[in-house]
């Protein structure tokens, strides 16, 4: 399996540090708003790196973070009147709900930076004692470029050309530094801002550190792949290999992953310049299998543009694969047990090479739109081969291949079977006693899985009401 590394500028073969494991970390999202298609990038693309690592044996061990102090956040709360925890914690309920819908499967672990803030400050003091750090007259601290000889790796860029655009890296609080490279560690609380006391100030600390915290913490002090969008490669990766480099003795991550942008019109997407579909506001049109069935019918090292256009080529090619498998699945309901043909064992053998197809587009760099060419052509192999006169065991081990390489895309592509009445009551009677026994976190889910179904439910005086969307 090969992996282009952006540390390296080359494609190099995966090696883990421990034979069949992975530690894996992606940068999560700043949680102050619904997230973005953009941000569903990374979410949809690791997701698939992390499922097809699994699907080749590997037990991987995944960390992405939810960045839930920084001043998007503290300046969202102040407009509502309410703490920032309120606005965090409602943004990662709604962040982990639309990755439910998109079928990207929770982390194994999910830090908060807020929960992390003793390792932050047990990192910043062994950076000061290394000489790697030092703190303003104001209680500022600031990473000590100059002391890490290697800063600039990652990006690419010499410290001569990054001295040289220092005057636009001159930042609040400048007049500390020793050097305009330098970045903040830590920095003083504001009026009206949470903050944690220190040695140094009470206040909070500065984007980059948490990352280098958590992964520390959660996966070791050497991890596999670090991974997040292409606007992370600077300065805020840069900035955690120079953290955790520096506090360590150890070389941090061996592959650096980043994928592309999502543009729109052939610009970022990004909530700043307001240019953005959420995936709710994508979900009201679309499946959100056809959002993820688009995500990845590109390259993630290749930028993707966001239309109308290429959201219908999305649901189209997957409505192709869907018919298929609801085809086998019709052609099952009818079929005949009985041991396999000799013509029918050929065609599973001659079927074999789509799944190799597969793997040898996953296994270069994950290059997920020729892995679904490959599904593309299974499909088609089935469509001409199977038929009515085929054995059990022959459409069900055809059904099974297709279905083995769409879960590897996280692609859902078998229609769900309808609840039936009893069913439904019977989850209601559960969301019932949840309420009862103050458990809302399971009452909200409840409801959230019928609303998936088609279920909505009403609250009302004589009890819950329930019907079919
Ligand atoms: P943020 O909340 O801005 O820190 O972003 C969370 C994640 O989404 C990071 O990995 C970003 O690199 C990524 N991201 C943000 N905007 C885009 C975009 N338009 N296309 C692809 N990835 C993005
Ligand atoms: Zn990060």
């Not at 050097?179 to 040695?199: M, N």
């Not at 995936?279 to 959002?291: A, S």
């Not at 499909?379 to 006169?389: R, S």
């Amino acid at each position: 399996m090969k992996i282009y590394n952006t540390l390296t500028k080359r494609k190099e073969e995966f090696v883990p540090i421990e034979p069949g494991k992975v530690r894996m970390y992606v940068c999560g999202p700043t949680v102050y708003n619904l997230i973005h298609i953009g941000n569903a990038r990374p979410m949809i693309v690791f997701d698939t790196v992390r499922r097809y690592m699994e699907h080749k044996g590997y037990e991987v061990n995944y960390v992405s973070n939810f960045t839930d102090v920084d001043d998007k956040i503290i300046k969202k709360a102040l407009e509502e009147g309410v703490d920032s925890a309120v606005i965090s914690k409602r943004y990662i309920e709604e962040c982990k709900k639309d990755m439910k819908s998109l079928n990207v499967r929770p982390a194994t672990t999910h830090p908060l930076a807020t929960q992390e803030i003793d390792g932050m400050k047990e990192m910043i003091a062994s950076l000061i004692e290394k000489g790697h750090a030092y703190a303003g007259a104001d209680g500022t601290v600031y990473y000590r470029v100059s002391s890490f000889p290697e800063y600039g790796k990652l990006s690419h860029k010499n410290l001569d050309e990054l001295e040289g655009g220092k005057r636009s890296l001159l930042v609040s609080g400048g007049d500390q530094k020793e050097d305009p490279l330098d970045f903040v560690l830590w920095k003083p609380k504001k009026e009206g801002e949470p903050f944690w006391e220190s040695p140094w100030c009470d206040g909070r600390p500065g984007w980059h550190i948490e990352c280098s915290v958590m992964s520390k913490r959660y996966l070791g002090d050497e991890i596999d792949i670090h991974a997040g969008g292409e606007d992370l490669i600077f300065p805020h990766h840069e900035n955690e290999i120079a953290q955790s480099e520096a506090a360590n003795g150890k070389p941090f991550a061996r592959y650096w992953m980043h994928n592309a942008f999502l543009n729109i019109d052939n610009r970022k997407m990004s909530k700043s310049a307001g240019n953005f579909f959420t995936v709710r506001d994508i979900l009201k049109q679309y499946d959100p299998m056809v959002l993820r069935f688009f995500m990845l019918s590109a390259h993630y090292r290749s930028p993707l543009n966001f239309s109308a256009d290429l959201m219908e080529a999305a649901k189209n090619g997957l409505a192709r694969i869907c018919t298929a498998v609801s085809n086998l699945h019709f052609m099952l309901s009818n079929a005949n047990d009985g041991p396999l043909t000799e013509q029918e064992e050929t065609l599973l053998e001659q079927a074999e090479k789509y799944e190799a197809g597969f793997d040898e587009a996953m296994d270069d760099d994950f290059n997920t739109a020729d892995a679904i060419a490959s599904i593309f052509e299974l499909v088609k192999f089935v469509n001409t081969h199977a038929n009515a006169g085929c054995s059990k065991t022959c459409l069900q081990a055809l059904l099974e291949r297709i279905l083995a390489l769409t879960d590897i895309c996280g692609l859902t592509v078998e229609q769900e079977e309808e609840l039936l009445d009893e069913e439904i009551e019977a989850l209601i009677e559960k969301r019932q006693a949840a309420r009862k026994a103050k458990d809302f976190a399971l009452a909200d889910e409840i409801r959230q899985t019928l609303q998936e179904k088609g279920i909505l439910l009403e609250d009302t005086r004589e009890g819950v009401k329930w019907k079919r969307a």
